[in-house]
């Protein structure tokens, strides 16, 4: 299906698609600009503390411009595609552009990346590295405990921050900054209804372009443009394929969206970090910032790989229900097989429950390398999903 006309019609949904085609234009022009950039590898790198700081948070994704040199020659191969792409863009494409670089515990591979870049810093001095912050969470057990060393490893993030920017982080300063972020999550929120069953007015690649083009801009202006967005979208037409939900390797471009739509799907929801993941629990805002900081990080939607699988059956039961979905497609990258450990109990528990086809796709490369056997896949799938909901 592509990116529709009427979604390149809209000025604002063109301004967020620019900065999503080419978002190291965006940290080019902060950085050449003056302004204090820390770049950030994870999704539970708390904004926040960044912009309170007087700091501007950008988000590393992957190089997906050609070949990757530098991943082929110093990553093993269990380094699956995503991870490489993260590799090449820090080692490579963005150098020179990141004075810091926050990585977290989202997934152990972050951890794996963090130690290879030390440990490249220390052997090659002169590679343009930028300064390496790991932040080590505890996202798998919900208790008091890891309440109390997620809080521990904000407030040394916080003083970290503090030496980077030369500015005292105060607790005003905190509260405004998850105000804005709250704001900017309502408006994604906002955004996202309009993947709804009966009002179904974007296609999935349009929605990744929206959410991801946002994640590389100023949040006010962010806001606006999702706000614009939202509005214009009201009168566009009704996207057409069957409602799948998307599990899986994290789509940082919208290839994989659009080769599905083109092929009779439509993603109205997902479970990875370049899509609704990233705004989907709030920050509380009646208890002390960096407490409900840390309480965000045990109350969002559990992944694959740090949740356990009562959490995410019962996750995957809730989003299955709001997005009003039809199908459910688990999709692999090459060495990201995490994401099947869960799905029997999904299976037996929800789908079956629910009468709700699935499918797996598996072993594939970022970008896609064999697009026409996928696209084979998805219209098999889609002709499952249209004959299990009509017949």
Not at 105 to 130: A, G, I, W
Not at 153 to 176: C, F, N, P, Y
Not at 222 to 234: D, N, P
Not at 360 to 379: D, I, S, Y
Request: contains cysteine; glycine residues 6%; negative net charge.
């Amino acid at each position: 299906m592509a990116i529709r006309n009427e979604a390149l019609a809209c000025e604002a949904f063109v301004k967020l698609k620019t900065a999503y085609d080419d978002r190291k234009a965006v940290l080019s022009a902060w950085k050449n600009s003056g302004k204090r950039v820390v770049c950030i590898a994870g999704y539970d790198v708390p904004e926040e503390i960044i912009l309170a700081a007087g700091m501007l948070p950008f988000r590393v994704t992957g190089y997906y411009g050609g070949a990757r040199v530098s991943a082929d020659k110093y990553l093993e191969y269990s380094f699956g595609a995503i991870w490489k792409g993260l590799w090449e863009s820090i080692a490579e494409d963005y150098a020179g552009l990141m004075d810091y670089l926050v990585f977290c515990s989202s997934s152990d591979m972050f951890l794996k990346l963090f130690y290879y870049f030390r440990t490249m810093q220390r052997l090659e001095p002169d590679r343009p590295l930028p300064e390496l912050r790991f932040l080590d969470y505890e996202l798998v057990q919900h208790s008091f405990k890891s309440q109390e060393r997620n809080e521990r490893e904000l407030r040394d993030l916080i003083e970290t921050v503090e030496g980077w920017s030369g500015r005292k982080v105060t607790k005003e300063d905190l509260s405004a900054a998850i105000a804005l972020c709250n704001e900017y999550r309502d408006a994604l929120n906002a955004f996202s209804a309009l993947r709804g069953k009966d009002n179904c007015r974007v296609t999935g690649s349009e929605a990744l372009v929206v959410i991801g083009g946002s994640m590389f801009m100023e949040k006010q202006e962010a806001i606006a443009l999702v706000r614009a967005v939202t509005e214009a979208a009201q009168s566009w037409q009704c996207a057409e394929g069957e409602r799948v939900y998307y599990v899986g390797s994290p789509q940082e471009i919208t290839e994989v969206y659009e080769l599905a739509e083109a092929n009779g799907l439509n993603f109205v929801g997902e479970d990875h970090d370049m899509g609704a993941r990233m705004f989907d629990t709030q920050v509380r805002t009646d208890i002390e910032p960096v407490s409900a900081l840390a309480d965000r990080l045990l109350k969002r939607m559990p992944s694959s790989e740090k949740g356990s699988i009562a959490a995410r059956v019962a996750a995957i039961g809730e989003k299955l229900t709001e997005t009003a979905a039809d199908g459910f497609l688990t999709f692999m990258n090459n060495n990201d097989e995490s994401y099947v450990w869960d799905y029997p109990s999904i299976r037996k528990k929800v789908l079956e429950v629910r009468g709700i086809p699935s499918a797996t796709v598996q072993k594939q490369t970022w970008p896609l390398t064999e697009p026409e056997a996928l696209a084979a896949q998805f219209r098999e799938f889609a002709a499952t999903v249209k004959e299990a909901h009509h017949g």
